[in-house]
């Protein structure tokens, strides 16, 4: 009937970013790759876990984690805006697929020594902090701008469906194979997401170039500094992920409430992601909101509550569906928060505002896990997975309804083509590189 497809159409993924072929391509293969970096996420925090049979160990991914993402994540950002972009992606990649292989060996030793596997971990943060912002620079130079958020929408869901289908898949495979098959998988699906970016076009940096270094990752941060709406889309996930996340808590939980059963520590991982694919394929609306800091203070908050209510569930399926809800809510938020920084900053500055959303992104997960680790530890599982919740709600509607340009940013008002010649310079190159493709 001629309504209800109206109706599908305005709240079903929107996919003509596809119509890119090297968009395409790219998000392809990093949907094939990342079910494997999923499948060795749960491994490594499983294997962990069996040897020390502590949260605190499984915390302390956290900051092995956090500190290449950031040392490396800045620095990449930085870089992504002075050289070929497709070039630094591959090259970041190599990185991480060599820290994945060292994980196998290290597994099919038999060593267990938590001190190698944190050591791999911390290499592969490496590869992964200069990849991530590098792609993410990547996309406003293959669609046009008013595809940017659909873009990202699709990458997103492309994500949430790999962190769903991982972590599944992991729980079957560290089951019946153990550990090694899980790193054993990551390294041979890394081949999809290598292929995509051997297939890119070359992608040398527009406008001004700034040579890489300290001064240029100084001069990405006092860009922040100096606009409000960007730096509160960093603050409102900083607090979502240090307060509310809860993935360091879920071998425990499991532990406690389903006996340690790994199909039940699968579905607790891949919960979160479950409600991310659920919003990515409703998701034809998102684009289309303009108060979207406004939009992200409420959003982060249902988050947090959400992920509150679920410490006190005692069913698996309750459990799954709460963190679910909240992972729809981080869908949403992060299709925002990515958009704001892709749209409102120059090309030339793009690679440095990526790489502090990689860092902030990446890493504020890590902080999450170091706070969930060790509050409980102290205060024990419930207090610190509902206590973090509560207060990310609380935080978060105090932080962005006190900022008025983030609460009342709005998309197409705001927009910087309104600002004068810099948003003209950054939109020149999809277009060149979009006909190359053809």
Partial sequence: MPGRASVLRRIA???????VPAYRRLLTGQGVSFIG?????????????????????????GPVNLIPLVVFGLW??????????????ITGSLVAWLATLALLLH??????NVYLMLAAVAVHATGFAVTSPTRGAIIPRLVPRERVAAANTMNFLVSAIGSVLGPLLAGVVLARWG????YLADVVLFGAGFYAAVRLPRLPPLGDVVRPGLRSVVDGLRYIAGHRVVMMSFVVDIIAMAFAMPRALFPELAAE?????????????ASIAIGSVTAGLLSGWVGRVRRQGLGLTFVIALWGLTVAAAAFAQDLWLLVTLLALGGAADLVSAVWRQTILQTYAPDEMRGRMQGVFMVVVAGGPRLGDLRAGVTASTFGLVPAWAGG?????????????????????????????????????????????????K
């Fill in 13 to 19: 993924v929107d996919t003509r970013p596809l119509r």
């Fill in 37 to 61: 970096f999923q499948l060795t996420s749960v491994a490594v925090s499983a294997e962990i876990y069996e040897i020390t049979r502590s949260s605190l160990w499984v915390g302390l991914l």
């Fill in 76 to 89: 990449g950002g930085a870089v992504a805006d002075a050289v070929d972009r497709r070039r630094l992606l």
């Fill in 107 to 112: 597994a099919w030793s038999g060593l267990e």
């Fill in 179 to 182: 550990f090694g098959a899980a």
């Fill in 257 to 269: 409430r389903f006996g340690g059963s790994a199909v039940a520590f699968g579905w607790l991982s």
């Fill in 389 to 437: 919740g509560l207060l990310c709600a609380v935080a978060v509607l105090a932080a962005g309804l006190a900022v008025p340009a983030f609460r009342r940013y709005d998309a197409v008002a705001d927009h910087p083509s309104r600002r004068g010649p810099a948003a003209t310079r950054s939109q020149l190159g999809h277009r060149d590189d979009s006909e190359a493709e």
